[in-house]
């Protein structure tokens, strides 16, 4: 049998792996067809929502549904005393914790959900919170960590045994009623030592101040509780659809095959939709006390205030080095506040997540991190931003102390990490505090990345400019920001990563239809990455069936096998090495096949693009569009009929991104305007299996990450308000702020996955962040900053100038 | 609660008619009454654009305007830009540059985009990113976006070419 194509074509007609395919998903999101969770439309379905706490900490004295339950269209108002008798009232956080559903007696934080109102639609609803009583005795707040920490206050006295005495957290002993955790890595004493005894040490206190992912669409769930049968069905926007089935049965009591969870489409996660939010669970209880589908959709200022800050972390370092520049010792020390409840979105053994990958891309000999978790009277969440694991405040905190290190040793930022970076041969790579980097080579990515953008003539420019601004000549001053990350994604091995005991492997599924297209099933769920494109591509390469004719689908837990969901950059690692996995299953039967169709022994054909050939007979082969109606069709001695297969993928380690990223800025000191010149990104996500999504990923990451350094924040008054509560307030970059970015890349496959990938999604924001911050620092180094934190609004840089003595 | 007021609407060339009350928004009419759910609501105080639809020719907000402030009003949305058996450029346009990812902000985004191009066929780069900056994307970082909106251009002004 001859073709008339080409390998090359056949090669091509797949468009598998490393093309940049069009997106499967676009057609209906282009044409306003996308099914979001406000877009579900059930019979009879009702509406809920909260009425909320204007005050950061009182008790309440009473509630008063009456008036609420005379307004037209108000069906029920839920209170933590109708849940009570349910045990739903509280529920367990991911980090150990639990949280109240409704407000039980008191209120932690500003727009904490005191009393859950069913109405026939979203007007009703919104009169009957307006009617609904609450009577607030006012309590002293407590905002500042630190001040928590020695205040009489109590917060949580839940958590306070009846002698006073203070019983141990989830994560050991605690200091103080309003301490949550002390979490530590690495060697105290022996750091201690090396720091104390150092020719150079560098030391910095730096707050990486609260912010929040702020996706466009907000949070939501439908609950649809069907008496009859004694199914309930969930949509909502779950980033981990699976995970929130098994807590959803365990808080309620529901067998585990009574739910039926759904993401359908999600616009957007970022973080903010892996936590299990009150208003999840007021939907279900509303369901079930009124037989019928309740929808509950949080607006902007709910989003903003209550569901899933990030960051919010004070942070002190010190940082040893010889004279001449060998980085011999770093210590760090974090504050972290947590709120009013610690609902940090974590694996279990991790309440700091993955801060401990604060050594960086640096071959840093010794090294200790402590984290001490606080109670306020601020909003819950501390999810990841676009970041696995806290892995962008660690990133920050390193990006920025070798900045200040370079100050002290007055060397160039660039040759200093040069001459610390981990070198090629030294991987895979034990860090001091624990983590085995899986591969890396960051001297050709740093040079590559100095190399394009002309470091020097940039550094030679920026001198010029601030001889011309000290005379007078420019108003301007020129930043140069430089970043080299080291990301840890693709959580993670169940010997060491889960959540609330379930392990975080993940899972593909495949089914091939006898005319050679096939359906693939995933325990991810896209928000936006373009799962249906890439997977689609991972498996055409692997199983040599076009990705035209390949169904991704994702988000039903009735269908999808079990998988821990889509945030930390795991979808790919976790997932995709399972897509693989599951398709070289497939492969292996389809050899089998081809082999007794071809009469031939099994070790006699070989794979090839889209078929199975005899070895060394190139024209007797069997193509898998054919393999696949024979699974049908053939009575094979020892083979069962039909082609699927299954993959349960625990990865073998965490995979680690790299990038280097360089920022050109100008800044106008007078107005504290900074104007982006030029932004240059290099990653390397290992193999790459879509350019085009890769660099969209880029683009939104980097984007994302100007926002947190120029100016997005929560911030809160003294009084625990939050100050933040509208786009008015939080910033958002539209295109107008916007600069267009450059991308580049080196590849350096992981090791341990099978086809080398090591995901990307975030890596831009976590490098983006101190790259952004570095080059407004820059700018005023001539001047004598050492540091400033964030977020750098125009408000702000102008103060740096001024507190410089730039203004005249 | 008060009286209801009788409204009529042209949606996407179909005449609409019905009774709401005077507080009604429109985003809420189209979605909840008319089942028109391409607009989508992400802010509610009028920054983020994914409600933008088009009005007697002018791109509104309409989480931000009462249903009875477009009494009268010839409305358009996504669905009555294009479908699948006439596809505006900007739609192709979009998937073709990778101008979107969670597709939330999607159908606002093109809606205003179209409405950019009737103003200004010819846009520069800069014109373009001025010209939305009143829609949000928290995922692309505008450029392909920017690039979509281009190569629409330049298709329809070609076609518009080729025509005469």
Same mark, same amino acid.
Not at chain 1, 566 to 570: L, N, W
């Given at each position: 049998m001859k073709d008339d194509i080409t390998r090359d074509e056949r090669v091509e007609n797949l468009k598998g792996m490393g093309c940049s395919r069009k997106r499967v998903e676009d057609a209906r999101f282009t044409q306003g067809k996308g099914n979001y969770v406000d877009d579900i439309k059930l019979d009879g379905m009702l509406f809920g929502d909260f009425v909320r706490s204007p005050y950061a900490h009182a008790r309440i004295t009473n509630i008063d549904a009456a008036a609420a339950l005379e307004v037209p269209g108000v069906i029920a108002v839920l209170t933590a005393a109708d849940l009570e008798p349910l045990g739903l009232h509280w529920m367990p956080t991911l980090a150990g914790d639990k949280q109240m559903v409704l407000a039980d007696g008191k209120v932690l934080f500003q727009g904490q959900e005191v009393a859950f109102v069913v109405a026939e639609d979203r007007y009703a609803a919104a009169d009957g919170i307006e009617a609904v009583e609450v009577e607030y005795e006012e309590l002293p707040v407590v905002v500042d960590p630190f001040a928590a920490l020695q205040s009489d206050v109590v917060l949580r006295e839940d958590l306070v045994a009846e002698d006073g005495s203070l019983p141990d957290g989830a994560h050991g002993p605690r200091k103080h009623h309003n301490h949550i955790f002390t979490w530590e890595a690495g060697d105290k004493e022996p750091t201690e030592q090396v720091i104390d005894t150092a020719e150079v040490v560098a030391e910095e206190t730096m707050y990486y101040h609260r912010t929040h992912p702020c996706p466009l669409e907000t949070c939501g769930s439908v609950a649809s509780m069907d008496k009859v049968n004694g199914k309930l069905t969930l949509w909502g926007t779950f980033q981990a659809p699976h995970a929130i089935r098994t807590i959803v049965s365990l808080i309620s009591g529901i067998e585990e095959h009574n739910i039926r969870v759904i993401s359908p489409d999600i616009g957007g996660g970022f973080g903010n939709k892996v936590g299990a939010y009150p208003g999840y669970v007021c939907s279900v209880v509303a369901s079930i006390v009124t037989g019928k589908p309740v929808k509950w959709i949080e607006d902007r200022m709910d989003n903003l205030m209550t569901t899933a800050f990030a960051r919010d972390y004070h942070m002190t370092g010190k940082i040893s080095a010889t004279r001449d520049g060998k980085i011999t010792g770093l210590h760090c020390h974090v504050t972290a506040d947590h709120g009013g409840f610690d609902a940090c979105a974590d694996p279990t053994k991790f309440p700091a997540g993955f801060m401990n990958i604060c050594t960086g891309s640096y071959d840093i000999p010794t090294a200790y991190l402590a984290v001490d978790g606080v109670y306020t009277n601020k909003a819950p969440g501390g999810v990841s931003y676009r970041c696995s694991f806290r892995v962008t405040e660690a990133v920050y905190f390193i990006e920025r102390m070798i900045e200040v290190l370079a100050i002290k040793l007055n060397m160039d930022a660039a040759e200093l990490r040069r001459i610390n970076f981990i070198k090629k041969e030294q991987f895979p790579y034990t860090a001091a505090l624990g983590w085995e980097y899986d591969s890396g080579d960051y001297h050709t990515a740093w040079d590559k990345a100095l190399d394009t953008v002309d470091y020097k003539g940039l550094r030679a420019e920026q001198a010029q400019r601030v001889e011309d601004f000290k005379a007078g000549k420019t108003r301007k001053l020129m930043g140069i920001g430089l970043s080299f990350f080291t990301e840890i994604v693709g959580a993670g091995p169940v010997k060491n990563c889960d959540i609330l005991g379930l392990g975080m492997f993940d899972s593909c599924e495949i089914r091939i239809h006898p005319t050679g297209s096939a359906i693939a099933r995933l325990g991810t769920i896209s928000q936006g990455q373009g799962h249906a494109t890439t997977f689609a591509q991972i498996l055409a390469s692997e199983i040599g069936l076009p990705a035209d004719s390949i169904t991704i689908e994702e988000g039903d837990t009735d269908t999808a096998p079990y998988g821990l969901g889509?945030?930390?950059?795991?979808s790919t690692p976790v997932a995709g090495a399972a897509t693989a996995m599951a398709g070289r299953k497939i492969r292996a039967k389809a050899q089998m096949i081809a082999a007794y169709l071809l009469e031939v022994h099994d070790n006699d054909v070989e794979f090839d693009v889209d078929r199975f050939v005899v070895k060394g007979a190139p024209e007797r082969f069997k193509t898998m569009k054919e393999i696949a109606f024979a699974s049908y069709n053939q009575a094979i001695p020892g083979v069962e009929p039909g082609l699927e297969a299954v993959s349960y993928y625990d990865p073998p380690n965490m995979t680690y991104p790299f990038g280097a990223y360089i920022c050109v800025m100008d800044i106008d000191v007078d107005t504290g305007v900074p104007e982006i010149r030029r932004f240059y990104a290099l990653d390397d996500c290992g193999t790459r299996i879509n350019p085009m999504i890769i660099e969209g990923q880029v683009h939104g990451g980097l984007t994302e990450a100007l926002a947190v350094a120029l100016g997005q924040e929560i911030a809160y008054d003294d009084m625990g308000n939050c100050k933040t509560g509208t786009l008015m307030d939080f910033f958002l970059p539209t295109a107008w702020e916007v600069p267009n970015y450059e991308t580049d890349y080196t590849v350096t496959p992981s090791p341990h996955h099978p086809i080398g990938a090591k995901g990307v999604g975030e890596s831009p924001h976590v490098g983006g962040v101190p790259c952004f911050s570095n080059a407004v620092q820059d700018a005023f180094r001539a001047f004598g900053n050492t540091h400033t934190n964030m977020p750098h609004d125009h408000w702000r840089i102008w103060k740096t100038a001024s507190d410089l003595g730039l203004h005249g | 609660m008060s009286k209801k007021m009788h409204i009529k609407l042209k949606v996407n060339g179909k005449d609409e008619e019905f009774f709401a009350e005077p507080r009604e928004l429109l985003i809420y009419t189209l979605r909840e009454r008319l089942n028109i759910t391409g607009p989508h609501i992400g802010c509610? /105080? !009028?920054?983020?654009?994914?409600c933008t639809v088009t009005i007697n020719g002018k791109s509104v907000k !309409?989480? /931000?305007?009462?249903a009875a402030q477009a009494d009268g009003a010839e409305v358009t949305t996504i669905e009555g830009i294009g479908g699948p058996d006439n596809l505006h450029p900007l739609q192709e346009a979009f998937k073709e540059h990778h101008g979107l990812q969670c597709g939330y902000c999607t159908p606002g985004m093109i809606t205003r985009a179209s409405n950019l191009l009737e103003e200004n066929p010819n846009p520069t780069e800069e014109e373009i990113r001025f010209g939305m900056a009143g829609n949000i994307c928290r995922c692309t970082g505008y450029q392909n976006i920017v690039k979509s909106i281009q190569a629409a251009a330049t298709e329809m002004n070609a076609a518009k070419e080729a025509a005469e």
């Open positions: 889509t945030y930390g950059s795991r | 509610e /105080t !009028s920054h983020c654009g994914a !309409s989480c /931000t305007m009462f």
